[in-house]
């Protein structure tokens, strides 16, 4: 099913407006426009672009778009490139991998992070390359570049993905919006683009436009220069706040693609998003364990009510405001890549550290349940990832909740995890892989075994199962996601 990109309008391609083609090509003019909008909280500009002395430095910016051109002037050697699926397929090749041979990427990408035209002048930039030279996509390969960043990602650090495209629903939509609750509970900010209304470019409701429908992400509409909705904006209760998108006299001018000091006026919720996207920058620099669902929150909080016009009455008026001032520490996030194997009748459970909601994390408590009941706990310092329960009964399965602390109190505790049967590993045994290990995952655990174990264990293909050729340590690499590093365990084999 194809992805299309949620319209940017290009207003020089497009011949509408009041800009002139010839001023495509010059460097921006020392404030933009857009940068002056959202650093007050009324009209008229002041003239003034400067929102403080957070620049995003250390934080990445994931731009799941056409790419990026990484030599452009506004994000000169902070561009790292990610996964590029249209090159990896061969429907669609660049050289270099992740590079932009459409505009839009680039574009968005100078939005969030441009030196001179960016939120987030020192973020890092992760090309992540989704759509072909003409903008369009598959649905499939979002997904897998949205797991890719899952499993670049680290957990528990805060980062930042923009999705300036979107579908309808009906095309097989809500797989792209389950990959983007993933990246949310893992602990990264996603804003969204509400999109551009339909194929004759009227308004529709954003809750139609996947991944705008995702409650927890930051899904964003459009408004000009007068603070007048873009007539092209999507709308609706799913748009969380609006922010500058440009409208037929004015766009917003950013990083294009055929050189690099080309530069482009363009429109749209496309345009929107990105600035969004780079004040979380900001705020995730500034406390980088800041949870993704409180960073998201304080930027709707910290909006400006009440100034948008041309609003519908089911829309919500707030208006992107940069405000640096700190969040409130929380309590800490889940524990994500929860991994549980078995043997010599243990039970070994690792798991990645969740957000410390702005509050370093003091303990990690690990609770062994037996028919809803506690029957081992063990509280471990922060730092420390996993934990081993021996001496359990054989054959029986038990369930595991995992629970971070921090100054604030207690985090989310995971829900109740059950265990596979415990089990003894015995030489000569064939065993499948998943009566020995396990991840808290919508997707497969991929197993490898390290080369000094060769003659200890080893792998069978089909069907996929553990060899026990001998007594001794079985070295095993765990990951959800190819490219992840793998969680090492050792396997006893009695």
């Known amino acids: 099913m194809d992805v299309k990109r949620l319209i940017a309008l290009c207003i020089v391609a497009a011949g509408v407006g009041q800009i002139p083609a010839s001023l495509a090509l010059t460097a921006p003019v020392s404030t933009a426009w857009h940068l002056d909008r959202i650093n007050q909280a009324q009209l008229p500009l002041d003239g003034n672009g400067v929102h403080g002395q957070l620049t995003g430095e250390g934080i990445d910016i994931y731009i799941v778009d056409t790419g990026v051109r990484a030599s452009h002037e506004q994000v000169l050697d902070r561009v790292l490139p990610g996964i590029d699926i249209p090159t990896e397929n061969g429907t669609s090749k660049v050289n270099p991998v992740t590079s932009d041979c459409d505009g839009h990427g680039s574009h968005v990408a100078g939005l969030a992070a441009g030196s001179t035209v960016g939120v987030a002048p020192r973020a890092r930039v992760i090309a992540v390359r989704v759509l072909d030279c003409n903008g369009d996509g598959e649905v499939a390969d979002v997904v897998e570049a949205l797991q890719w960043i899952r499993a670049h990602h680290r957990s528990g650090v805060a980062a930042v993905v923009n999705l300036s495209f979107g579908v309808d629903l009906g095309d097989d939509g809500t797989s792209i919006d389950r990959e983007v609750q993933a990246l949310i509970d893992e602990g990264v900010v996603v804003a969204v683009a509400s999109g551009n209304g339909d194929a004759a470019g009227r308004p529709i409701d954003g809750c139609k436009i996947a991944p705008g429908d995702v409650p927890d992400a930051l899904t964003v509409g459009a408004v000009g220069s007068s603070d007048l909705v873009s007539y092209y904006s999507n709308n609706g209760p799913c748009v969380d706040l609006y922010a500058p998108g440009g409208d037929r006299l004015r766009g917003l001018e950013s990083a294009w693609k055929d050189s690099d000091t080309d530069y482009e006026f363009d429109i749209g919720t496309s345009m929107a998003s990105p600035l969004v996207a780079g004040y979380a920058a900001l705020l995730a620099q ?24 041309g609003m519908t009455a089911d829309s919500l008026n707030r208006l992107l405001f940069i405000d640096t001032a700190p969040i409130a520490a929380t309590a800490p996030g889940e524990a994500a890549h929860v991994i549980i194997t078995t043997d010599s009748q243990s039970l070994v459970v690792s798991w990645d550290s969740p957000c410390d909601g702005g509050s370093a994390l003091t303990s990690t408590r690990v609770s062994l349940l037996r028919n809803g009941k506690v029957v081992k706990r063990m509280d471990v310092a922060a730092g420390t990832n996993a934990v081993r329960f021996t001496g359990l009964a054989l054959g029986k399965k038990y369930q595991v909740v995992i629970k971070a602390s921090n100054a604030v109190g207690e985090g989310i505790a995971t829900s109740r995890i059950t265990t ?17 290990g396990s991840i808290t995952s919508d997707l497969p655990l991929i197993w490898s075994v390290s080369q000094a174990s060769k003659k200890v264990c080893r792998l069978q293909a089909s069907p996929l199962r553990l060899v026990a050729l001998r007594k001794g340590t079985c070295r095993v690499g765990l990951r959800g996601i190819v490219g992840q590093d793998p969680v090492i365990r050792t396997l006893r084999i009695d």
């Open 286 to 309: 500034q406390q980088p364990g800041l949870c993704a669902t409180t960073i998201s929150q304080a930027i709707v909080d910290r909006s400006t009510k009440g100034v948008i016009t």
């Open 420 to 436: 596979m049967a415990v089990r003894k590993i015995v030489s000569g045994q064939l065993v499948e892989l998943a009566a020995l």
